[in-house]
């Protein structure tokens, strides 16, 4: 009999739908559902927590790659009998079902229909630490994920290749129905942004780079327009965006300058209006 994955009971699972409706409220710039995962995610998987200390622990693994089979068997191991002596089960169980519980009342149900790439590999990684598996199955799901671990890591462009023209055409349409509001290079922005979970953020680094080269020359250029020149606040509050430009070249890429971007290219659409 096959035995049924229940993806709510998944930690990693959990993490990443929780993760996913992070952007999804950083899309739509929505703060109170922002703040609503940002609580939940702070207050069960922060690092020292038993799931984020869980989410950590199966992390290692599914970003090992490349290894030697010896080191793999010797990793997938020692995790297995870390968790058991590490963990309390029960308490796993408890958390949750707080976090569940706080999706379905605080959020809703369909966050755990977020689409999450990985899902399979998150799913064999988490068997494999439950009591219950039979040795064969269990011997079945240890080989697929030391397979991951020696094989070598993909490029970004094996990592694209599987999605066909028709699947990224359909998925393309879904985006654009969906922010149907926002302008081309927000759109452009964000779909950067959301395919750079398959290529470490490489992508969306050079177009960025490109991006905020532009949003600096029309702020730039706006400054020399009569309205602002002639209005000191204004004149001050356009500096404090350039400054903010300046500053992007030594901040992380992620979710918040994400967001602070999409508010430029606001502005400069305004600005080019205007001018």
Do not use: W
């Not at 030697?68 to 590490?86: M, N, P, S």
């Not at 990224?168 to 302008?183: E, M, P, V």
């Not at 969306?204 to 706006?222: A, F, P, T």
Request: net charge negative.
């Amino acid at each position: 009999m096959r035995l049924k994955h229940n993806k709510k009971r998944n930690t990693l699972f959990l993490y990443e739908v929780l993760v996913k409706e992070l952007t999804k409220s950083i899309v739509k710039s929505d703060v109170q559902l922002k703040n609503i995962v940002l609580s939940i995610l702070k207050e069960h998987f922060g690092k020292d927590s038993c799931l984020g200390r869980e989410v950590q622990l199966y992390k290692d693994i599914l970003n090992s790659k490349e290894l030697d089979l010896h080191t793999a068997e010797k990793i997938l191991y020692e995790t297995r009998v870390f968790f058991g002596q590490g963990f309390d089960k029960q308490e796993i169980y408890d958390e949750q079902s707080e976090v569940i519980s706080k999706v379905n009342k605080d959020l809703s149900k369909n966050v755990f229909s977020n689409f999450i790439p990985s899902y399979k590999n998150l799913a064999t990684l988490s068997q494999i630490f439950n009591d219950d598996l039979s040795v064969k199955k269990r011997v079945m799901l240890e080989n697929q994920i030391i397979q991951n671990m020696i094989s070598e890591e993909e490029t970004p462009e094996q990592k694209m290749k599987p999605i066909d023209k028709l699947t990224f055409k359909t998925f393309i349409n879904k985006f654009n129905s969906t922010y149907g509001d926002l302008q081309e290079e927000q759109k452009n922005l964000l779909l950067q942004y959301i395919l750079s979970f398959s290529d470490d953020k490489l992508g969306l680094k050079v177009y960025l780079n490109e991006e905020i080269g532009r949003l600096k020359e029309v702020i730039n250029s706006s400054l020399e327009m009569e309205e602002i020149k002639a209005d000191p606040a204004m004149l001050t509050s356009t500096k404090k965006v350039l400054d903010r430009i300046d500053g992007y070249k030594n901040q992380e890429v992620d979710g918040t300058m994400i967001e602070q971007v999409l508010k430029i290219q606001s502005l400069t659409k305004e600005i080019q209006a205007d001018g």
